[in-house]
């Protein structure tokens, strides 16, 4: 094996009591591609901060081809040639792509070296077949475009090792091939790369080796990837076995929700065209589709954020008239939103406010107009030992929560007043295995008290595991509705390109 | 009523609307620079205010103009770094900071003009810029003794536009004052010190806002006054909106409403004696109110304005 690139050693960082990394010792060689797994708040992402300069460690120290360099800004990560890919991009939307790239480099005469700047751009993408158009604003690329963009930004700057942190989070699976052949070919002209995930397929596809962290320490290492089971390797994250959870024989009950002949008008998604569906209580109903296909425009109309121009819904048999979210909570409807830090949470607030918005105006938090702090608090408490949210305490502020804890927080804000039909949107995007599994599970819990449950998302194998039936958006039409005992993700995702099912 | 109209509209005209506009330009590029940064102002006011007491008193006792230009701009330069000491490197909430640096600026202005000049019953005055005529160019007709005939204070806001735009979109240090303003954590990961830049943008501005104040109290009144800066601080705040905050756009904005200001001060002057001259004297705050409302509706902000930034922070 070559001498390492980088390597650090004995890596210690705490925020406040949180030790998110004790005692970390990683190592890179040339042209290696290095798995980094561990589940949500594990301590990857402070890691590679701590390795970029961004986070300043509490103890340890951090080699380069055997020297001890002192890495204290991202700046000095940059001119010691590690580059890092952020798991929310670090991008300018309203600046050019060019600008994005030239930011920080000096220019030529005092002025901007546009022409410099489009050569090594031209070059770079001849080389990894990372081509970008230099002067469209960055708020026109799509999000795998972002990711490409980010990933020239490190090259650009001669990067010899490049930090991705859950690069494949945001990507739709063509995309992820595209990128995995990307780093290859970088990692063939010897770039060492850090590459962390939480998809143990991909892992195994791509890397060479693994380093696993648990509660921020070293749990394991993979020496061969490819050859180890992802049960082995879940295991190792997680110190204990996941097995996948079971749905039992459904036994469905009355209709909870149904909508008939919903359309929407054209709005900045693709609207609805006559939509009908219905769940029954006790039924996982799945919504197949890649994104954009109206799944937004369904999930806003049912959860009254948005008022069809046609057609009627149903909530528990009662008629949806006005539209709005608060009837249709009333009616009995628990909403998970989509995007989790804009319309779940109010970032800025004590997570235990965020945890009771929905129904502030209840008489279990609010008398005469009046706050009960007391009962809200206490409300919140529960949750947190109930759903086992990771956290300082109900008065953290919601925004410092890692994904997976914002997620256990909304669903224990829904779950926790029994609601007929429920609605989420990509349930487990961006987390690990075990956060995901929690999320399953309860959702079978609510399944067997007799919850209708709705389920909008991109990922077939959870839909698959999870779902009674399945429906398939295409264009804002459901083009067909299989029971997921006939269904296959190669029949899904033929449907999913338009083609007619049968219903 | 077309003898009225014959009133306002003469070559003075166009020299006043100029004239007017020069602190406004000063003041509006450098709260401009300031926001692009990140980092609102609001202690222009108090600034503008400062500088124009600083750099009248520095001619009064040294008799030399460019000296007290030279004191105006570094006054505006120190407050400037006084402003992002608090909201830049501590942290701080813009807007108290800005009014506090107003505030203490405006006392300290008043308070140094007493210790030194006293209780006078006429104001002192200085022999301040007279005109420069621009050989050539000022015989142009109309445009030339209007635009052409002028303080080089105004030359120097009509040459820092163009080169307010430069620095702003084709250097590296103008990309860098974007990008902290945009998106500090992108440009902190491309190696730029958001607090250095975000302090140099804020101490430019200040530069700039000194430069406004100094035309005032040496080319346009020739005296300090308590009221000689009279809201123009606040105007340019809302010129930044409304041009942006887009070098260009600003100093277009800046013109606008001292198109409106002349006009108001030649209607005054003019025979609609019988309207109260303070209704006129609103006309141009009436402008910037309404064309605020009208244009500034899908106007964005700089995305991280008002945004401390602290790395470790998510
Ligand atoms: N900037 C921060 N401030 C406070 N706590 C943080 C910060 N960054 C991470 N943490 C905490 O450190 C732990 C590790 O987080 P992180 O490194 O983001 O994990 P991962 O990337 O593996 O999901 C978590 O408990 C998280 O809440
Ligand atoms: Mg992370």
Known sequence: MPAPLIEMRGITKSFGAVKANEAVDLSVAPGEILGLLGENGAGKTTLMNVLFGAYAPD?????????????????????????????HFHLAPRLTVLENLLIGIPGKSGRIDRVGGLARLAEIGRQHGLTLDPDLPVSALSVGEQQRLEIVKALFRGARLLILDEPTAVLAPTEVDGLFSALRSMAAQGLGIIFISHKLNEVRALTHRCTVLRHGRVAGRVDDPANTTSAAMAQLMCGHEIVPPARGPSTPGVEVLTLEGISTSQHSGTPLRDVSLSVRAGEILGIAGVSGNGQRALAEVISGVRAPDAGQMTIAGQKVSRFSPREVQALGLGRIPEDRMTTGLVTNLPLADSMVLPRIGTAAFSRKGLLKPDAIRAFAEAQIKAYDIRCPGPMTRAGALSGGNLQKALLARELAFDPKVLIVSQP????????????????????????????????????LVLCDRIAVMYEGRIVGTLDSADATIARLGLMMTGAEGHS | MSAVFEQIFQVGFLAAIIRIATPLAFATLGEMFSERSGVLNLGIEGIMLLSAMTGFTATSLSGSLWLGVLVAVLTGMLMGALHALFTVALGLSQHVCGIG??????????????LIFGQQSVPPNIKGFETLPVPVLSSIPVLGPAVFNQFSLVYMAMLAIPLAAFVLYRTPWGLSVRMVGENPRAADSAGVSVIATRFQAVILGGALMGLAGAFLSMAQFNAFTFGVVSGRGWVAIALVVFGRWDPWRSAGAALL??????????????GLGHIPYEAFLMLPFIFTIVAMAVMSRNAVAPSALLKPFRREER
Do not use: N, W
């Open chain 1, 428 to 463: 487990t995007r961006g987390l690990d295995i075990g956060a995901a599994r929690f999320i399953h599970e309860k959702f079978l819990d609510m399944r067997a008290k007799g919850c209708g449950i709705i389920v909008i998302g991109e990922d077939l194998e959870e839909l």
């Open chain 1, 59 to 87: 103890a340890g120290e951090i080699l380069i081809q055997g020297e001890p360099v002192r890495i204290t800004s991202s700046a000095d990560a940059l001119a010691a040639g590690i580059g890092m890919v952020h798991q």
């Open chain 2, 257 to 270: 409403f001292a198109f409106v200001d002349a006009l108001q001060l030649r209607m005054q002057a003019s």
């Open chain 2, 101 to 114: 640096v107003t505030l203490f600026s405006s006392g300290l202005a008043y308070f140094l003009y007493r």
